[in-house]
């Protein structure tokens, strides 16, 4: 039983479901009164836990192999599960996330459920070695993390500049993490491979440059308060200070991941003050 918690990585699907009351709570506040029905809320945590469960166990199933070098002790390298029943149990996750879906308000969130699994699919399976593409589907995959979490409540336009803040930044951080691992992904065609890590450098300039120019939106067009726009800020300086650390992969993404961080904390304190 450890082995099979480990192997859908409770944390991550905690965190991965945490943007369903994050948009909650950035639409309606802390006025419980103003909120929807709370089993919503609750049915879409565990659609988007159970989505993620089944992501975490096919990457372990498709990265078994390279797993008995660089990381025997986890569950299917280790022997504790076997490839087949890891598939197999991955397969259930996908199937309670699509079924549980169709109680959701809405047709929207079934749709994107579909499309996420298809999403997450072709990237463990084929879109993972290919570089820029895979890091475009995990952009993705993150940025409808909240197109999700907006739809069960039919609320899309704040959810949707959220989710292409979160994609830009998203972007940003795994090219870094492929300059970052250069060395080790010789079975992977990446972006620095292909352009080099100066040419990559100004790809990730690019994208996290563009979200922190997109990040005043809520605030020009009256979705969020002044709050955000004053706490956004600091996720904006965050975001240039990761820029001038590129040469430094390791030390950028944290920096990026921080900035991502306050960005949500960004839209809270703007739902909520």
Not at 48 to 58: D, K, M, P, Q, Y
Not at 137 to 155: M, P
Not at 160 to 178: F, S, V
């Amino acid at each position: 039983m450890t082995a099979l918690v480990k192997l859908m990585r409770p944390l991550n699907c905690f965190l991965a479901s945490i943007s369903v009351p994050i948009v909650l709570v950035t639409l309606y506040g802390l006025d419980t009164s103003l909120w929807p029905s709370l089993v919503t809320t609750l049915l879409g945590m565990i659609v988007v836990s159970s989505f993620t469960a089944g992501g975490n166990i096919l990457n372990d199933y498709i990265d078994r192999k390279v797993d008995r070098i660089n990381h025997p002790n986890r569950p299917i390298p280790s022997g504790k599960i076997s490839p087949k029943n890891a598939l197999i149990l991955s397969g259930i996750m996908f199937i309670v996330s699509l079924l549980l879906s169709l109680f959701l308000p809405h047709t929207l969130p079934k749709l994107i459920v579909v499309f996420a699994s298809i999403l997450m699919i072709s990237y463990e399976v084929k879109l993972k070695k290919m570089g820029l593409s895979g890091n475009i589907t995990i952009a993705t995959l993150t940025g409808l993390l909240f197109v999700f979490s907006g739809s069960i409540y039919g609320e899309l336009m704040l959810p949707l500049i959220l989710a292409l803040l979160a994609g830009l930044a998203t972007l940003g951080r795994e090219i870094t993490k492929d300059i970052q691992d250069m060395k080790g992904d010789l079975d992977r065609n990446t972006l620095p491979m292909k352009i080099g890590k100066s040419g990559s450098r100004k790809v990730i300039s690019i994208s996290i440059i563009t979200a922190v120019v997109l990040s005043p939106i809520p605030y020009i067009y009256s979705l969020l308060p002044l709050s955000y726009l004053i706490t956004v800020i600091f996720a904006d300086i965050i975001f240039i200070y990761s820029i001038n650390l590129l040469r430094e992969p390791r030390r950028a993404q944290r920096f990026i991941k921080m900035a991502m961080g306050v960005s949500l904390i960004a839209f809270l304190v703007g739902g909520i003050i």
